[in-house]
């Protein structure tokens, strides 16, 4: 079987190949502290906020601690931005890629041991030679030359793409080699399976209640056929399904929180996860745009997600244009 580092050996530039394989190995030392679990210590909260002002967990910020020394020791990388991180890190001048990534997605499941991940994107580095700046990384996603991320489930993997499809690869924990197990993952245009936390249904826009009215009325209803419902409140891991058996992933914009528009964080989640289900033969939208054409005002920006099979993201962007919703949630 093909190892991570054959692969990117055959299929990036060194640079993209060096700067991947540091996230690997960042990876690796953050699967075997989850393996310990409650025995290494990690579980449980720091007593901190982060940026986004949520409660971090200790393995948040092990993990961000984790990526961020190996990242910006590798000479390649020019800055690297994290979820957990009020500002980005500038790193080596002459580095000419940019990474942020979201150190562990999910991470209100690992004090109950369910899956949790790490989500990267890679982007050009447009000023090499001089010390990146917050502005360096405001590139709309389809900037993005690699995106990836790696799930702690009952076995670590890793799904990525380099902009010619996507492929997934297995950790072996003889060999602490990543396996190539497909060269070409591809996802169906339809399917009878859907994401979204229900719970905030209050707080939605008329055509996301619309939408999800149709799902839940089954065969009785507009869709004329019933659909099944999962929530595994990891966006890593509702994806990583979507992968694998398809579907649709929702957390689209709402009112729950005055001036936020949406949960998800463009730069972390949304963008990174777009490339991936886009190059898997799915579509990815806000509502309005596509997502990876928006261009990010600020690092920490959020954005409503809507993503995975194509006929189902174009029904429910057909709902939002009938409904006149002109961009970003905002009601016409
Ligand atoms: P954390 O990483 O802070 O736990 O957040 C995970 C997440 O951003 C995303 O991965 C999930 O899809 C979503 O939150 C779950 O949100 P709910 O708490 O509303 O279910």
Not at 48 to 64: H, M, P, T
Not at 82 to 95: F, H, K, V
Not at 133 to 142: H, I, R, W
Not at 242 to 260: E, N, Q, S
Request: charged letters at 20%.
């Amino acid at each position: 079987m093909m190892t991570l580092t054959q692969y990117l050996q055959s299929q990036a530039s060194d640079e993209l190949a060096s700067t991947i394989d540091t996230l690997a190995k960042s990876s690796i030392a953050i699967s075997a502290l989850l393996d310990k679990g409650a025995l290494a210590g990690i579980h449980g909260e720091t007593g901190n906020e982060n940026v986004q002002g949520e409660a971090q967990k200790k393995l948040d910020v092990i993990s961000n601690d984790l990526l961020l020394d190996a990242l910006t020791q590798n000479p390649h990388c020019a800055g690297v931005a994290s979820e957990e991180l009020d500002d980005i890190s500038p790193a080596n001048d002459q580095g000419t890629l940019l990474v942020t990534f979201d150190p562990l997605d999910g991470s209100s499941n690992i004090d109950i041991n369910m899956t949790v991940g790490t989500i990267f994107s890679i982007l050009p580095y447009p000023r090499v030679g001089s010390q990146a700046t917050e502005a360096d990384f405001l590139q709309p996603g389809v900037q993005q030359v690699a995106a990836g991320y790696f799930i702690y489930g009952t076995s670590t993997m890793l799904a990525m793409t380099l902009g010619q499809g996507v492929v997934m690869f297995s950790f072996d924990p003889t060999s602490q080699e990543y396996l190539l197990i497909n060269d070409q993952v591809t996802i169906s245009q339809t399917t009878a399976e859907y994401a979204i936390n229900a719970s905030n249904y209050r707080y939605w826009l008329d055509p996301i209640k619309e939408y999800i009215d149709g799902l839940v009325a089954g065969d009785l209803g507009v869709r004329n056929k019933d659909y099944n419902m999962r929530w595994v409140a990891a966006m890593i891991a509702d994806v990583h399904r979507i992968l694998i058996r398809g579907g649709v992933f929702m957390y689209p914009f709402d009112t729950k929180i005055a001036g936020k528009t949406g949960k998800l964080r463009l730069m972390y989640e949304a963008n990174p996860m777009s490339f991936i289900i886009e190059q898997a033969g799915g579509a990815s939208t806000d509502g309005v745009e596509r997502i990876m054409e928006i261009k990010p005002s600020h690092i920490h920006q959020r954005i409503p997600v809507v993503l995975g099979a194509k006929e189902e993201v174009d029904y429910v962007k057909d709902l939002h244009a009938k409904a006149g919703i002109l961009a970003n949630g905002d009601p016409a």
